[in-house]
Protein backbone atom coordinates (compact mmCIF):
# COMPACT_ATOMS: atom_id res chain seq x y z
CA UNK A 1 0.00 0.00 0.00
CA UNK A 2 1.49 3.15 -1.14
CA UNK A 3 0.52 6.01 1.22
CA UNK A 4 1.74 9.14 -1.13
CA UNK A 5 1.43 8.76 -5.06
CA UNK A 6 3.09 11.33 -6.66
CA UNK A 7 2.79 12.93 -10.24
CA UNK A 8 4.48 12.73 -12.50
CA UNK A 9 6.86 9.99 -11.81
CA UNK A 10 9.45 11.85 -14.70
CA UNK A 11 9.66 15.19 -16.06
CA UNK A 12 11.99 16.82 -18.23
CA UNK A 13 11.79 20.72 -19.13
CA UNK A 14 13.72 23.32 -20.77
CA UNK A 15 14.84 26.41 -18.65
CA UNK A 16 12.65 28.86 -18.00
CA UNK A 17 9.54 26.41 -18.25
CA UNK A 18 7.03 26.72 -15.35
CA UNK A 19 6.30 22.91 -13.72
CA UNK A 20 3.88 21.69 -11.60
CA UNK A 21 4.12 18.34 -9.17
CA UNK A 22 1.54 16.60 -7.43
CA UNK A 23 1.46 14.42 -3.96
CA UNK A 24 -2.02 12.76 -3.52
CA UNK A 25 -3.41 10.11 -1.13
CA UNK A 26 -6.77 8.73 0.14
CA UNK A 27 -5.38 9.54 3.97
CA UNK A 28 -5.07 12.81 6.13
CA UNK A 29 -1.55 13.71 7.32
CA UNK A 30 -1.17 15.74 9.45
CA UNK A 31 1.54 17.90 8.13
CA UNK A 32 3.24 17.35 4.49
CA UNK A 33 6.86 18.15 3.90
CA UNK A 34 8.81 18.29 0.31
CA UNK A 35 12.41 17.26 0.03
CA UNK A 36 14.94 17.49 -2.87
CA UNK A 37 17.40 14.81 -3.32
CA UNK A 38 20.40 14.99 -5.40
CA UNK A 39 22.53 11.37 -6.88
CA UNK A 40 24.23 10.10 -4.36
CA UNK A 41 23.12 12.00 -1.25
CA UNK A 42 20.11 12.25 1.24
CA UNK A 43 17.01 13.71 0.96
CA UNK A 44 17.25 17.74 2.03
CA UNK A 45 14.52 19.62 3.51
CA UNK A 46 12.83 22.38 1.90
CA UNK A 47 9.13 23.33 3.72
CA UNK A 48 7.14 22.23 5.76
CA UNK A 49 2.81 22.69 5.85
CA UNK A 50 0.67 21.77 8.28
CA UNK A 51 -2.61 24.09 7.59
CA UNK A 52 -5.11 22.82 5.63
CA UNK A 53 -5.11 25.34 2.56
CA UNK A 54 -1.67 26.61 3.50
CA UNK A 55 1.04 28.15 0.89
CA UNK A 56 4.53 28.61 1.16
CA UNK A 57 7.11 30.20 -1.17
CA UNK A 58 10.40 29.79 -1.36
CA UNK A 59 12.10 31.66 -3.86
CA UNK A 60 10.80 30.48 -7.27
CA UNK A 61 8.85 27.28 -5.33
CA UNK A 62 5.99 27.32 -4.34
CA UNK A 63 4.06 24.91 -1.79
CA UNK A 64 0.24 24.25 -1.48
CA UNK A 65 -1.47 21.84 1.21
CA UNK A 66 -4.90 20.68 0.21
CA UNK A 67 -8.06 22.11 2.34
CA UNK A 68 -8.70 18.42 2.93
CA UNK A 69 -4.68 17.84 4.19
CA UNK A 70 -4.72 14.79 1.62
CA UNK A 71 -2.57 16.69 -1.02
CA UNK A 72 -0.15 18.66 -1.77
CA UNK A 73 1.65 20.51 -4.78
CA UNK A 74 5.22 22.28 -5.61
CA UNK A 75 5.06 24.25 -8.36
CA UNK A 76 8.23 25.93 -9.93
CA UNK A 77 8.52 28.71 -11.85
CA UNK A 78 11.17 29.68 -14.13
CA UNK A 79 13.02 26.57 -13.82
CA UNK A 80 16.77 26.39 -13.48
CA UNK A 81 19.25 23.76 -14.48
CA UNK A 82 20.03 23.67 -10.82
CA UNK A 83 16.36 22.29 -9.78
CA UNK A 84 17.32 19.32 -11.25
CA UNK A 85 16.89 16.34 -8.83
CA UNK A 86 14.62 13.78 -7.01
CA UNK A 87 11.76 15.70 -5.34
CA UNK A 88 10.15 13.36 -2.61
CA UNK A 89 6.46 14.41 -0.42
CA UNK A 90 6.90 12.96 2.93
CA UNK A 91 3.98 13.53 5.32
CA UNK A 92 2.73 12.22 9.39
CA UNK A 93 -0.59 10.74 8.72
CA UNK A 94 -3.11 11.35 11.51
CA UNK A 95 -3.21 7.60 12.37
CA UNK A 96 0.85 7.85 13.78
CA UNK A 97 3.54 10.04 14.32
CA UNK A 98 6.22 8.60 11.01
CA UNK A 99 6.63 9.85 8.22
CA UNK A 100 6.03 8.25 4.87
CA UNK A 101 7.70 9.15 1.95
CA UNK A 102 6.07 9.70 -1.51
CA UNK A 103 6.80 7.79 -4.94
CA UNK A 104 9.26 10.44 -6.01
CA UNK A 105 9.23 13.06 -9.03
CA UNK A 106 12.42 13.03 -10.69
CA UNK A 107 12.94 16.48 -12.53
CA UNK A 108 15.72 17.14 -15.33
CA UNK A 109 15.80 20.93 -16.68
CA UNK A 110 17.85 21.00 -19.27
CA UNK A 111 19.85 24.29 -19.97
CA UNK B 1 26.31 24.05 10.45
CA UNK B 2 25.16 20.54 12.42
CA UNK B 3 24.77 17.90 10.10
CA UNK B 4 24.22 14.11 10.20
CA UNK B 5 27.45 12.00 9.41
CA UNK B 6 27.51 8.42 8.10
CA UNK B 7 29.75 6.19 7.50
CA UNK B 8 31.40 3.73 5.45
CA UNK B 9 30.00 5.82 2.10
CA UNK B 10 30.09 2.33 0.51
CA UNK B 11 29.85 -1.37 1.83
CA UNK B 12 30.56 -4.07 -0.57
CA UNK B 13 30.04 -7.34 1.40
CA UNK B 14 29.60 -11.31 0.13
CA UNK B 15 25.66 -12.56 0.91
CA UNK B 16 25.81 -13.78 4.25
CA UNK B 17 28.27 -11.45 6.02
CA UNK B 18 26.99 -9.02 8.75
CA UNK B 19 27.43 -5.23 8.12
CA UNK B 20 27.06 -2.48 10.34
CA UNK B 21 25.81 0.92 9.10
CA UNK B 22 26.90 3.98 11.65
CA UNK B 23 25.74 6.95 12.35
CA UNK B 24 26.55 10.16 14.35
CA UNK B 25 22.82 12.29 14.52
CA UNK B 26 23.18 15.69 15.54
CA UNK B 27 24.09 16.16 18.73
CA UNK B 28 21.13 17.99 20.66
CA UNK B 29 18.70 15.54 18.55
CA UNK B 30 16.53 12.89 20.45
CA UNK B 31 14.99 11.08 17.71
CA UNK B 32 16.76 8.52 15.26
CA UNK B 33 15.70 6.87 11.94
CA UNK B 34 17.19 4.67 9.19
CA UNK B 35 15.23 4.81 6.01
CA UNK B 36 16.58 2.36 2.84
CA UNK B 37 16.65 3.81 -0.90
CA UNK B 38 16.94 0.92 -3.33
CA UNK B 39 17.81 2.39 -6.40
CA UNK B 40 15.75 3.92 -8.35
CA UNK B 41 12.94 3.57 -5.93
CA UNK B 42 11.38 5.03 -3.32
CA UNK B 43 12.81 5.84 0.16
CA UNK B 44 11.43 3.23 2.27
CA UNK B 45 11.42 3.49 6.34
CA UNK B 46 12.66 1.10 8.04
CA UNK B 47 12.56 1.88 11.94
CA UNK B 48 12.67 5.35 14.67
CA UNK B 49 14.31 4.83 17.99
CA UNK B 50 13.60 7.03 20.76
CA UNK B 51 14.89 7.12 24.29
CA UNK B 52 16.95 4.01 23.94
CA UNK B 53 14.17 1.72 22.22
CA UNK B 54 12.92 1.20 19.45
CA UNK B 55 9.54 3.02 18.99
CA UNK B 56 8.27 1.86 15.32
CA UNK B 57 9.15 -0.05 12.87
CA UNK B 58 8.27 -1.36 9.26
CA UNK B 59 7.64 -4.82 7.74
CA UNK B 60 11.00 -4.04 6.32
CA UNK B 61 12.54 -4.25 9.76
CA UNK B 62 12.48 -8.18 10.13
CA UNK B 63 14.29 -10.10 12.61
CA UNK B 64 17.62 -9.79 10.17
CA UNK B 65 18.33 -6.19 11.32
CA UNK B 66 18.98 -4.27 14.54
CA UNK B 67 19.88 -0.72 16.08
CA UNK B 68 21.85 0.40 18.32
CA UNK B 69 22.83 3.64 20.58
CA UNK B 70 26.40 1.94 21.64
CA UNK B 71 26.72 5.00 23.47
CA UNK B 72 25.98 9.08 23.63
CA UNK B 73 26.63 9.69 19.86
CA UNK B 74 26.23 6.62 17.58
CA UNK B 75 23.11 5.00 16.26
CA UNK B 76 24.00 1.75 14.38
CA UNK B 77 22.22 -0.48 11.79
CA UNK B 78 22.99 -4.02 11.91
CA UNK B 79 22.07 -6.23 9.44
CA UNK B 80 22.97 -10.22 10.88
CA UNK B 81 23.09 -11.91 7.56
CA UNK B 82 23.31 -9.84 3.90
CA UNK B 83 20.49 -10.74 1.11
CA UNK B 84 21.18 -9.56 -2.32
CA UNK B 85 18.08 -7.75 -1.67
CA UNK B 86 19.39 -5.48 1.27
CA UNK B 87 21.54 -3.70 -1.77
CA UNK B 88 20.60 -0.19 -1.33
CA UNK B 89 21.57 3.50 0.07
CA UNK B 90 20.86 3.74 3.52
CA UNK B 91 19.98 6.73 5.10
CA UNK B 92 19.78 7.60 8.68
CA UNK B 93 17.72 10.66 10.19
CA UNK B 94 17.75 12.71 12.98
CA UNK B 95 14.93 14.81 14.55
CA UNK B 96 14.71 17.36 17.90
CA UNK B 97 10.73 16.66 17.93
CA UNK B 98 8.35 14.10 17.03
CA UNK B 99 5.46 14.14 14.76
CA UNK B 100 4.36 17.63 13.20
CA UNK B 101 7.15 19.64 13.91
CA UNK B 102 9.88 16.75 13.78
CA UNK B 103 11.77 17.99 11.13
CA UNK B 104 14.23 14.94 9.61
CA UNK B 105 17.73 15.77 8.91
CA UNK B 106 19.33 13.00 6.68
CA UNK B 107 23.20 11.91 6.15
CA UNK B 108 24.56 11.32 3.15
CA UNK B 109 23.96 7.94 2.94
CA UNK B 110 25.77 4.61 3.15
CA UNK B 111 25.44 2.11 -0.07
CA UNK B 112 25.33 -1.40 0.41
CA UNK B 113 26.36 -3.69 -2.31
CA UNK B 114 25.54 -7.38 -1.32
CA UNK B 115 27.15 -9.80 -3.81
Known amino acids: TQLLEQSPQFLSIQEGENLTVYCNSS?????LQWYRQEPGEGPVLLVT?????EVKKLKRLTFQFGDARKDSSLHITAAQPGDTGLYLCAGVPNTGNQFYFGTGTSLTVIP | EPEVTQTPSHQVTQMGQEVILRCVPISNHLYFYWYRQILGQKVEFLVS????????KSEIFDDQFSVERPDGSNFTLKIRSTKLEDSAMYFC?????????????FGEGSRLTVL
Open chain 2, 49 to 56: FYNNEISE
Open chain 1, 49 to 53: VVTGG
Open chain 2, 93 to 105: ASSRDRGVAGELF
Open chain 1, 27 to 31: SVFSS
